[in-house]
């Protein structure tokens, strides 16, 4: 299992790929001035430059002198190539204008152009219908953590390592639109049909058949110290106390945000409500070390640190699989392992879990 660690401006531009994909931040809308943003994320002005200027050449954002840097119309457009359909055809141009300089043709260069697409689709075409193995090469894993996920990680180790990279339910989904990951651990809710995925996979995949496996329901809550010392008992209580959030894009802070607006609470006046983790073990650990007093985490994290617990909702953790992998060796090996009953009793031996739906699968013609 692998998470490697992430260059600064890369992780900057994929919070706001995210908050771009999830409809946060719609086309017209302006990001945080340079300045701003690298106050926020306490780096030098230069790293937000270069994380704007990575969006930009995909598309999705446009700077204008004066006008500061918003999203693009259509920036996640299907009929848009790469989300950068606009920054493509830049490129192409500037590669034409490059050959130009440098006494070609316009007919040559198109000619290069035309070469190097045909050596580029043979490539392709030679990879293309090559499915992860059940044995060998690892299966690409790229969402939310889960604890049920590391029992299947470990279950599967033997007969099919997974390289996992827990990067929030909304960078799994995106790691699969541009083909970064097989698989994605999602449980992202929507605040239209109070549903879990579906919204956002069709969002986010569109045309593409995919499979929702369930790994389990769980249990969202507030971690706390033992015996809760403070009385916390819901999210009116969190404005007073110290706390710790999930990072952007996760579906745990996708709830707790809207779940805030809802209730007319203004996350400035949580403290620590900008520092966020990665994994709700680490969360849990926070609280632990008295690091905060409260985080927002799943009961089965909890549990294992000896910590309180305030339950605060029930939600489904999907694993989303691109039909293209569930119909492989590896998917189907993934879905036997769930659907096994040493699996589900795994699973509920954790605690916070209800494995009842475990197992079962929706295909989505996203």
């Not at 198109?110 to 190097?116: D, K, N, Y």
């Not at 369930?214 to 110290?225: P, S």
């Not at 894009?249 to 949580?270: P, Q």
Request: with cysteine; aromatic share 6%; glycine share 12%.
């Amino acid at each position: 299992m692998e998470d490697r660690p992430t260059p600064l401006y890369q992780e900057l531009a994929e919070t706001f790929r995210r908050r771009i994909a999830s409809g946060e931040l719609a086309a017209g809308d302006r990001l945080p001035p340079v300045r701003t943003a690298a106050a926020e994320w306490k780096c030098d002005p230069g790293t937000v430059a270069r994380a704007y200027a990575l969006l930009a050449g995909e598309g999705l954002v446009l700077g204008r002198r004066g006008g500061g840097t918003r999203v693009m119309p259509g920036a996640m457009d299907p009929a848009r190539p790469g989300w950068g359909w606009a920054a493509l055809v830049d490129r192409a141009e500037a590669f034409l204008l490059e050959a130009a300089a440098s006494g070609h043709s316009t007919e040559q260069a198109e000619s290069a152009l035309a070469v190097a697409a045909a050596r580029w689709d043979d490539v392709r075409r030679s990879r293309v219908s090559q499915p992860p193995s059940p044995r060998g090469a690892a299966l690409r894993f790229a969402g939310s953590h889960d604890l049920a996920l590391e029992v299947l990680i470990r279950t599967a180790s033997e007969t099919l390592p997974i390289e996992a990279r827990f990067v929030g339910s909304l960078g799994g989904l995106m790691a699969l639109a541009r083909d970064e990951a097989d698989v994605a651990g999602s449980h992202l809710w929507d605040e239209t049909t109070g549903d879990y995925n579906i919204a956002f996979v069709r969002r986010l995949l569109p045309g593409r058949p995919v499979v929702l496996l369930t790994l389990a329901h769980r249990t969202l809550g507030l971690i706390v110290a033992p015996g809760n010392p403070l009385g916390i008992s819901g999210l009116a209580d969190l404005p007073g106390v110290r706390f710790v959030n999930r990072q952007r894009g996760s579906g745990t802070r996708v709830w707790l945000d809207a779940h805030l607006r809802d209730a007319g609470i203004d996350s400035s006046r949580i403290e620590g409500y900008d520092r966020e983790e990665r994994t709700h073990i680490a969360i849990a650990r926070a609280v632990e070390r008295g690091h905060a007093d409260a985080g927002l985490g799943i009961g089965a994290a909890a549990a294992a640190s000896g910590l309180g617990f305030v339950p605060l909702t029930r939600e489904r953790y999907d694993l989303v699989f691109p039909a293209a992998t569930w119909e492989t060796g590896a998917g189907r090996a993934i879905a036997a392992l769930v659907r096994s009953g040493a699996f589900g009793a795994a699973v509920e031996g954790l605690g916070g879990y209800d494995p009842s739906e475990t197992g079962t699968d929706r295909l989505i013609q996203a």
